[in-house]
Structures are given as C-alpha cells and as structure tokens.
C-alpha cells in the first residue's frame, strides 16, 4: 500500500513526486517494525542505571536526564513565543516552530559530541539517536494535549459516548505527525555541513507532508469516502445505518493510514540515519533523506536493507577501520 499524489509532467511536479516517494509506506512497513525494536534496547543502552557510565554527560551535561526535559520544554514555550511573534508569517503553516528549535538543538549536541574531543564509532549510533525518543514523545504528547484542549476530541451529535474514540484516534495520528518531522528534521540538520541547504530540502519535505495530509483529510474524514462505500454497499442489501456508523470508520480509517505513515517515516530514518552513521562521522556529512527516499523503492535501489543489515554492516566497516 502506497500514498501517492497524481503524477504531473515538470521539474517542480518531478520534485513532488520524488518526495511523495519518501511517503510510501508499501516497503517502509516492515523497515518501521524492525527500527522500534531497535529502538527499545537503544533507549536502555542510553539511559542505563550505571553509575560508571557517563556518555550521556558527554552530550547533555552532568545531569543529561533533566538537561533533556529542560530542554524540550524550552523548546516548546520558545517554539509557541516565536509563531506569537511572527503570526502571519506563512512559514508557520508548513513548519512547527517548537520542533524546528528542537530539532536544531539535538543536532548541535549531537554533531558537538561526535566531531569535539571524542572518537565516535558505529556502536554509538543507537544510544545517540535514542536520546531524542523522550523529547519527542513530550512533544507529541503536548500536540495531543493542545488538540484535545482546542475541542479535536469530541463526542458526534446524536452519537454515542464511544464515538468520541474515533475522534481521539485521529488527534493521536495527527500528533505522531510532529514527532515525524522531527525525525526527519534531526537527521536532516545532523548529517549536514550547511544548514542552508538541509532547511530548505526540509522545507521541500514537509510542504509535501502538508499535501498527503491535505488529501488524507479531504478523502477519508470531509468527504468520507471510506463510510460511503460501506453505506453504498450495505445499502445494495437494505441495510442502513446511523450517520455516525460511516463517521467512526471515516475516523478510524484515517487514524490507521495516517499513523501507520508516520510510524514508518520514524522507522525509515532511524533506518537510514543507522545505515548512513559510519559515513556521516568519516566526512562529517551524509545525504540521509535520499536514503530514506531509496528505502521507499527499492525497485529502484536494490533491495532493501534491514536493521539488522545496517547493523552487520557497520560492524564490518569498523572493524575494517580498525585493521587499517
């Protein structure tokens, strides 16, 4: 299963497609099941109890746990103060501030770490990307949050209570939104030199995420397109049913799709960022996102590597680096 928007002849349509292709979540599925069960033991590895052990001091300070807190609130009122300040600036409705200044800070921390004092290797790659995971799932838990205050979450008229579950699904999907462009922003600012030109491939990336979210709303919850057909099919037997039967699927449908994209971007550059790690700390730079593009066709690229794959083949490397 593919999201696609239709295909147009020109070079800034050609720019869409490609970028619609980052996207497609037929190959991306199994990519994103084996990256968060990569990221379980990386989110132990990074946050272990033992006292003798100090990376995390080496990135975030002597007390790298609330170094992380502080700095994903920070982020969050910063990010809601800057869109405040600059309310009609259209930049807004493409990016989300709070995610933009905390993607820029985990990625000077990381690239201050992996090119000062220390000699980073492959190994380090898991527990360094693991310490975005709790910073993320703040920020997606305060999107949640925010939606749930602004009234997203309700009960349909004339409806029972359990539809409000239907609603509350697609507010959690909406919010995984955030917590994959900022996946994507991390890795994009990380493994690059200039800035300049990672923002506005991000910019490329996330008008794209705008337009299959455009779509995916339009279809499946203002239109409704998935309730319809049932209505039509049930009603070729005389079967009706309320309003709000062909809403809930609407919304139950949406919250699948979309959160299943997001979950297999997340899963993609975790996948991607492991694969691309060995060339990003031997240069200082890696193109990240045209990894994650290719995992998207591997028709194209060949076939698709695991985690495991990108973990046996940074081992290689390292050991190669080690005998020469």
Request: aromatic share 12%.
């Amino acid at each position: 299963m593919s999201i696609a928007v239709c295909s147009f002849p020109g070079p800034a349509a050609t720019a869409l497609n490609d970028n619609v292709a980052m996207y497609s979540i037929r190959h991306l599925i199994a990519l994103s099941t084996d990256s968060f069960g990569d990221m379980l033991p990386a989110l132990e590895q990074a946050f272990n109890r033992s006292r003798d052990d100090d990376r995390l001091d080496d990135v975030f300070g002597p007390r790298p746990r609330w170094a992380i807190v502080a700095l994903t609130f920070a982020c969050l009122v910063g990010g809601q103060i800057v869109e405040w300040l600059t309310g009609n600036f259209g930049l807004w409705q493409v990016l989300d501030a709070s995610a933009l200044l905390m993607a820029a800070a985990f990625a000077l921390a990381f690239r201050r770490y992996l090119f000062g004092a220390h000699e980073p290797g492959p190994d380090d790659f898991p527990w360094l990307a693991a310490t975005l995971i709790p910073g993320a799932a703040l920020m997606t838990l305060s999107a949640l949050i925010a939606k749930m205050a602004d009234g997203d979450v309700a009960v349909m008229p004339d409806a029972p209570t359990w539809t409000l579950f239907g609603s509350f699904l697609v507010a959690v999907a909406d919010s995984l939104a955030l917590a994959a462009g900022l996946t994507i922003a991390v890795a994009a600012l990380c493994y690059s030199k200039r800035w300049s030109k990672a923002l506005k491939q991000l910019l490329a990336q996330f008008i794209t995420f705008k337009v299959i979210v455009w779509v995916m709303v339009l279809l499946i919850v203002e239109i409704g397109i998935v309730g319809a057909i049932l209505s039509f099919f049930f009603g070729l037997f005389g079967i009706t049913f309320p309003y709000w039967i062909g809403e809930s699927v609407d919304q139950y449908s949406y919250a699948l799709l979309m959160g299943t994209v997001y979950c297999a971007v997340i899963g993609a550059a975790w996948t991607a960022c492991r694969q691309r790690f060995p060339e990003l700390i031997e240069t200082g730079e890696a193109d990240v996102l045209s990894a994650v593009k290719a995992m998207a066709n591997p028709e194209e690229s060949g076939s698709e590597p695991s985690v495991d794959d990108t973990k046996s083949g940074n081992t290689k490397s390292h050991e190669a680096d080690t005998k020469d």
